[in-house]
């Protein structure tokens, strides 16, 4: 089989360098290892007068990355408009935050039409096309306009909201309606799984019967695939990096403190206000606890020409400096913040160094953190990690201290917890999660869902012969009404 696997932006396999997301390093491995074509945006843009050539083509392992430049008219509309001032918001609950015009629609989907136009040459002879998060929703049904007849399949890597809230979507029937032209669409937990389907029950009135919907394009199976890590590789890192710079250099400067550390991307829905909040009240309730645990957050900006993201970061820097001031001393700092990124290798070692993982968004589809996290952990000596229960990473990692995170005040108790908890049970829960981890890999997650719509393909096959023989009754009235004429 030839895959094509589709995001919105690639990775390069370069453990030394800083990783673009969650996405893009979850993806990173299954096409270095299965023989896939990964293609996206280049991360520039296009005027109207250019060729539509790739920017770029180079192998990644056994597989490939191919790049492109999106057109210039519409990407801004694309990305950050519909994409990540509608989508993004309404996928994560935040409805109130959708900012968003007619412009920006019609905008996706040009960028959707003319990903589909450039994934044409890379269609051959049994070709599957994996599609990947919400910039793409429409890319299917674009395709299937372009006389594409293979299997095409999604998988969504954010949450999927209740009907109420994805009715704030502007276009949200039309769009939908558009995703039904997957054969397989994939989801994080069984509960973004059951919104879909209710959603496509309630607001489009079609059939659903044992997790497909039936609709004219035909059937559509609604699955969940949670994504896992290499937890395996992620713990080489951590015991290789130990000795880099950044990393024994943080270790020399805790003076015997326990560190907590969090690492998340500049967005209001990884809980960042909250999580401070929940150290300054920490350290203002047990105040014997100041000098004896430190918070390291990497907090990486992105969309900053988006205003709630704008708003976000300096929401987060004065929150950061006012606890600073309040608990700080001349000679010890409460909060290390720093905006930027680190590789993956890197963070494998800080998470190592941290003896707590605070992980606690407001709503998450996974959350691979969480994962990284606990494979990075010392075995003889492992962390804890404090996980939101609206990440999807709950379901999974249960042996975790699984807080609220609107629960100031629980968070705090929580990492107070976590900070005292015996080598016994923290071992007992690292065991835990790290046996899930192993079962759960990055892997298998890619193998489940390409084995999954590799069955659409024969599937459709059986189908075929079916389709071009008349239904029974069409059968009978055709040869009812011949030899008559119509007047």
Same mark, same amino acid.
């Given at each position: 089989?030839?895959?094509?696997? +589709?995001?919105?932006?690639?990775?390069?396999?370069?453990?030394?360098?800083?990783?673009?997301?969650?996405?893009?390093?979850?993806?990173?491995?299954? +096409?270095?290892?299965?023989? #896939?074509?990964?293609?996206?945006?280049?991360?520039?843009?296009?005027?109207?007068?250019?060729?539509?050539?790739?920017? /770029?083509?180079?192998?990644?392992?056994?597989?490939?990355?191919? !790049?492109?430049?999106?057109?210039?008219?519409?990407?801004?509309?694309?990305?950050?408009?519909?994409?990540?001032?509608?989508?993004?918001?309404?996928?994560?609950?935040?409805?109130?935050?959708?900012?968003?015009?007619?412009?920006?629609?019609?905008?996706?989907? /040009?960028?959707?039409?003319?990903?589909?136009?450039?994934?044409?040459?890379?269609?051959?002879?049994?070709?599957? *096309?994996?599609?990947?998060?919400?910039?793409?929703?429409?890319?299917?049904?674009?395709?299937?306009?372009?006389?594409?007849?293979?299997?095409?399949?999604?998988?969504?890597?954010?949450?999927?909201?209740?009907?109420?809230?994805?009715?704030?979507?502007?276009?949200?029937?039309?769009?939908?309606? #558009?995703?039904?032209?997957?054969?397989?669409?994939?989801?994080?937990?069984?509960?973004?799984?059951?919104?879909?389907?209710?959603?496509?029950?309630?607001?489009?009135?079609?059939?659903?019967?044992?997790?497909?919907?039936?609709?004219?394009?035909?059937?559509?199976?609604?699955?969940?695939?949670?994504?896992?890590?290499? #937890?395996?590789?992620? #713990?080489?890192?951590?015991?290789?990096?130990?000795?880099?710079?950044?990393?024994?250099?943080?270790?020399?400067?805790?003076?015997? /403190?326990?560190?907590?550390?969090?690492?998340?991307?500049?967005?209001?829905?990884?809980?960042?206000?909250?999580?401070?909040?929940?150290?300054?009240?920490?350290?203002?309730?047990?105040?014997?606890?100041?000098?004896?645990?430190?918070?390291?957050?990497?907090?990486?900006?992105?969309?900053?020409?988006?205003?709630?993201?704008?708003?976000?970061?300096?929401?987060?820097?004065?929150? +950061?400096?006012?606890?600073?001031?309040?608990?700080?001393?001349?000679?010890?700092?409460?909060?290390?913040?720093?905006?930027?990124? *680190?590789?993956?290798?890197?963070?494998?070692?800080?998470?190592?160094?941290?003896?707590?993982?605070?992980?606690?968004?407001?709503?998450?589809?996974?959350?691979? +953190?969480?994962?990284?996290?606990?494979?990075?952990?010392?075995?003889?000596?492992?962390?804890?990690?404090?996980?939101?229960?609206?990440?999807?990473?709950?379901?999974?990692?249960?042996?975790?201290?699984?807080?609220?995170?609107?629960?100031?005040?629980?968070?705090?108790?929580?990492?107070?917890?976590?900070?005292?908890?015996?080598?016994?049970?923290?071992?007992?829960?690292?065991?835990?999660?790290?046996?899930?981890?192993?079962?759960?890999?990055?892997?298998?997650?890619? !193998?489940?869902?390409?084995?999954?719509?590799?069955?659409?393909? !024969?599937?459709?096959?059986?189908?075929?012969?079916?389709?071009?023989?008349?239904?029974?009754?069409?059968?009978?009235?055709?040869?009812?009404?011949?030899?008559?004429?119509?007047?």
């Amino acid at each position: 089989m030839n895959l094509v696997v +589709v995001s919105n932006r690639v990775a390069r396999g370069k453990p030394n360098e800083p990783m673009t997301g969650g996405l893009a390093a979850a993806l990173l491995p299954v +096409v270095e290892h299965s023989g #896939a074509i990964w293609v996206g945006s280049s991360g520039r843009v296009r005027d109207g007068h250019q060729k539509e050539p790739f920017a /770029e083509v180079e192998a990644l392992g056994s597989g490939a990355i191919a !790049t492109l430049d999106l057109p210039a008219a519409h990407y801004g509309g694309y990305y950050e408009g519909f994409a990540n001032s509608a989508l993004w918001p309404a996928l994560h609950s935040r409805s109130d935050l959708i900012r968003v015009s007619r412009d920006d629609y019609v905008s996706y989907r /040009e960028v959707n039409a003319f990903m589909a136009r450039a994934l044409m040459r890379f269609r051959k002879d049994k070709t599957a *096309f994996w599609v990947q998060d919400y910039h793409f929703l429409a890319l299917g049904a674009e395709l299937r306009d372009l006389g594409v007849d293979d299997p095409i399949g999604f998988f969504l890597h954010t949450p999927w909201p209740v009907a109420a809230v994805m009715q704030g979507v502007p276009n949200h029937r039309e769009l939908v309606t #558009a995703m039904l032209a997957y054969d397989l669409l994939g989801f994080q937990t069984a509960e973004d799984c059951q919104n879909f389907l209710g959603y496509v029950a309630s607001e489009l009135g079609l059939a659903v019967e044992d997790g497909v919907a039936i609709s004219q394009t035909g059937r559509t199976r609604c699955e969940v695939f949670p994504i896992g890590i290499d #937890a395996e590789k992620f #713990a080489q890192y951590a015991a290789k990096s130990v000795s880099h710079p950044d990393v024994s250099r943080l270790r020399r400067s805790l003076n015997g /403190e326990r560190l907590a550390i969090g690492v998340d991307r500049l967005d209001y829905s990884k809980g960042l206000v909250n999580r401070i909040s929940a150290f300054d009240r920490l350290w203002t309730e047990q105040p014997q606890l100041l000098r004896s645990i430190s918070l390291l957050q990497i907090a990486n900006p992105s969309r900053g020409a988006i205003e709630a993201y704008g708003n976000l970061q300096n929401d987060v820097a004065r929150l +950061v400096s006012d606890v600073n001031g309040r608990h700080g001393e001349v000679d010890w700092t409460p909060i290390r913040y720093l905006n930027k990124g *680190f590789s993956q290798a890197v963070l494998a070692g800080l998470y190592r160094t941290a003896q707590i993982g605070v992980v606690t968004p407001l709503h998450d589809g996974m959350n691979l +953190v969480a994962k990284e996290y606990v494979a990075a952990q010392n075995p003889a000596d492992p962390g804890v990690l404090v996980l939101s229960k609206f990440a999807g990473a709950a379901n999974e990692l249960d042996a975790a201290l699984l807080v609220n995170p609107h629960d100031i005040d629980g968070m705090a108790r929580a990492i107070a917890i976590a900070a005292a908890m015996p080598l016994t049970e923290r071992k007992m829960r690292w065991d835990a999660m790290m046996k899930k981890l192993r079962g759960h890999t990055i892997q298998q997650w890619s !193998t489940d869902f390409v084995a999954e719509l590799e069955k659409c393909r !024969t599937e459709k096959a059986a189908v075929a012969p079916l389709a071009t023989q008349p239904p029974q009754a069409l059968r009978w009235l055709k040869s009812a009404i011949s030899g008559v004429r119509l007047i």
